[in-house]
């Protein structure tokens, strides 16, 4: 049977079309809230399975309020919304959702939002109750299939694989983010590779590198004489990942004037080559950026229909400062692989190198890692590499020579929140709390706190401090 309902929301309109579509699907709908307080009545007799939740609302209180109140209780719960707000939507961020559901709502959105909400509680519960992954090396597996080399230990990296796998099997749109360097790409054929559309194309599309006045072409194809110049046919990568799976990476590199077409491929899994007639396409969508989304839409830089359209599956891959527990397993892994492809016999590295490695801050990520250890192994004279060619200007923080180093502008911000946190006896809220002297709103510090990896230094005493 499927599960309970709830829908918070002050427009009747909209959620009596939400109650509707959820009856349509087999759903049991409770009756509507249109404000926290209602919600609070209903949910005193009642347990949903899950909450549609509006971020604003009748009265005092917001739907960020009672999404607090949710997560306390173990109820999972999706956002409706059209807010492009900076700051709204970082405190809804730091809530951590299941997801968004743009207004106005279609029914298929719905339906797979719900579908991917489920299955990701379900096995978060599963996580919770059979506790912490504890090994070494693990890698994304499929019988009889040989997938990516994805190396990691660490928990932060363990949720990311754990997220490819239970997104994986779905036709649900997945937005990669992370920095540059990180393995984006790799996660993207790691899902398709675990999808029901592994045996078909998958069309890799670096949207920063395609030239200006070629992108439509690139992406959607043109008919001969479509043009001055264009003498044949030519298919775009959209029609050529039919079938199968288009991985758009740096999507934030896409114009306004290209979003709104991407956004159609989307919604009416169809495109317009130039020249040429609408005709519909079979194709999942893997999306990644290096770049803040959030800031993009409210720099009125990417649209906030795209955005949360994408947005049904967010997969965050953290940087390499943030995985220590995994820099030597794959440093070993590139030594073995580059010893074997330039013949030599390097096997090991010296106290000093692990030293150096384990206090860098490695701005490439995985990226830069696996180049410094390319050259480590050609510069290499004996079976143990015992000394690193680091940039000149990001040296390794090592105490014993600390002073040296030149910090990454999040290594500052994270210094400089943590040094007002002191500063303020460790209070975010209120009058000469930490978010009134950096000036920031509260819940977007909360999310800085969060994503700067300093949430557990602060949680206990964050959770004990009121509301302002």
Request: glycine share 8%; charged share 25%; hydrophobic share 40%.
């Amino acid at each position: 049977m499927k599960a309970k309902v709830l829908i918070v929301e002050d427009q009747f309109i909209e959620a009596n079309n939400l109650r509707i579509i959820l009856k349509r699907a087999g759903y049991s709908v409770l009756p509507l809230a249109q404000s926290v307080e209602d919600a609070l009545q209903i949910l005193g007799h009642e347990t949903p399975g899950i909450v549609l939740l509006d971020i604003l609302l009748q009265g005092a209180l917001t739907g960020i309020d009672l999404a607090g109140m949710l997560r306390e209780r173990n109820i999972p719960f999706v956002y409706l919304s059209a807010n492009s707000n900076k700051l709204v939507l970082d405190g809804a961020i730091a809530t951590k959702p299941y997801g968004f559901l743009v207004k106005p709502f279609r029914e298929r959105d719905v339906l797979v939002m719900l579908d991917v909400a489920h299955y990701r509680h379900q096995h978060q519960q599963e996580s919770v109750n059979q506790g912490q992954y504890h090994g070494g090396e693990k890698k994304a597996t499929m019988p009889g299939r040989e997938l990516p080399a994805i190396i990691g230990a660490s928990p932060n990296f363990q949720e990311v694989l754990t997220n490819s796998n239970i997104v994986a099997p779905s036709e649900t749109s997945v937005l990669i983010l992370g920095e540059s360097g990180t393995g984006k790409e790799l996660i993207a054929q790691t899902i398709h590779s675990l999808s029901p559309r592994r045996n078909k194309p998958l069309i890799v599309v670096n949207c920063a590198a395609l030239p200006a006045n070629l992108v439509e072409t690139e992406l959607f194809g043109h008919e001969k004489g479509a043009f001055t110049g264009a003498v044949e046919k030519r298919m775009g990568k959209f029609e050529q990942a039919d079938g199968g799976t288009v991985f758009l990476d740096e999507i934030g590199e896409l114009s306004m004037e290209i979003q709104v077409r991407f956004l159609r491929v989307l919604q009416e899994k169809e495109i317009e080559p130039i020249g040429g007639e609408k005709r519909k396409i079979d194709v999942r969508v893997i999306a990644a950026t290096n770049r803040i989304l959030e800031d993009e839409m409210a720099a009125g830089r990417f649209r906030m229909d795209l955005y949360y359209r994408l947005n049904v599956f967010p997969i965050f891959l953290p940087p390499l400062r943030e995985r220590k527990e995994d820099i030597l397993l794959l440093a070993n892994h590139f030594l073995h692989v580059y010893s074997q492809k330039s013949g030599k016999m390097v096997t090991g590295l010296a106290d000093a190198v692990i030293y150096d490695m384990l206090h860098y801050s490695w701005p490439g990520n995985v990226r830069e890692l696996e180049n410094l250890m390319e050259r480590s192994v050609l510069l290499a004279t004996g079976p143990v590499i015992r000394s690193l060619q680091f940039p000149v200007f990001l040296k390794p923080v090592a105490g014993r020579d600390a002073g040296s180093h030149t910090k990454t502008m999040t290594e500052n911000e994270r210094d400089h929140i943590l040094a007002v946190l002191k500063k303020c006896d460790w209070k975010v809220h209120g009058k000469g709390g930490a978010a009134e002297l950096l000036n920031m709103n509260s819940s977007t510090l909360h999310s800085r706190i969060k994503k700067l990896g300093i949430e557990k230094n602060v949680s206990a005493r964050i959770s004990n401090e009121p509301k302002s």
